[in-house]
């Protein structure tokens, strides 16, 4: 009676067995494909911002190009302006302000200042005090 009870048991046993490596497959199945789309979805951003890193660094290398010649062609104006009107005032000249040969990127400019002059008012020391 010992050995059927033990049969009973081990057919218990891999019924049970068989039902949890059923549905536990399933959420087996389901990790390595969320797992495999998080690897996709990772190589598929990374892919997008050396294209981004590309495109932006090309785009940098075009205006950079675009600048220099530019400054070429005012520098070109300016001394034809200069040889060809020696006589033309300064006011009336249009390239009366030359670029240098040297490294300069730009005109000069005044930069805008993200503070007021004095004090506001809020902590001046000859503030009436109620």
Do not use: C
Not at 26 to 45: G, I, P
Not at 66 to 71: E, F, I, S
Not at 119 to 130: E, F, H, I, T, V
Request: a negative charge; charged letters at 25%; zero cysteines.
């Amino acid at each position: 009676m010992t050995w059927e009870y033990g049969l009973i048991g081990l057919v218990i046993g891999i019924i049970i067995g068989a039902v949890a490596m059923r549905f536990g497959n399933k959420t087996l199945r389901k990790q390595r494909s969320m797992q495999y789309e998080l690897e996709k979805t990772k190589a598929e951003l990374a892919d997008y911002r050396e294209e981004l890193t590309n495109h932006f660094a090309r785009s940098a290398e075009l205006l950079d190009n675009m600048a220099h010649d530019y400054r070429q062609l005012y520098q070109h104006m300016a001394k034809g302006s200069n040889d060809l009107l020696p006589n033309l005032p300064g006011d009336a000249n249009p390239f009366a302000y030359q670029l240098t040969e040297a490294d300069n990127d730009q005109a000069p400019v005044q930069m805008p200042r993200d503070y007021s002059e004095g004090a506001s008012g809020l902590l001046r020391g000859d503030a009436k005090r109620d």
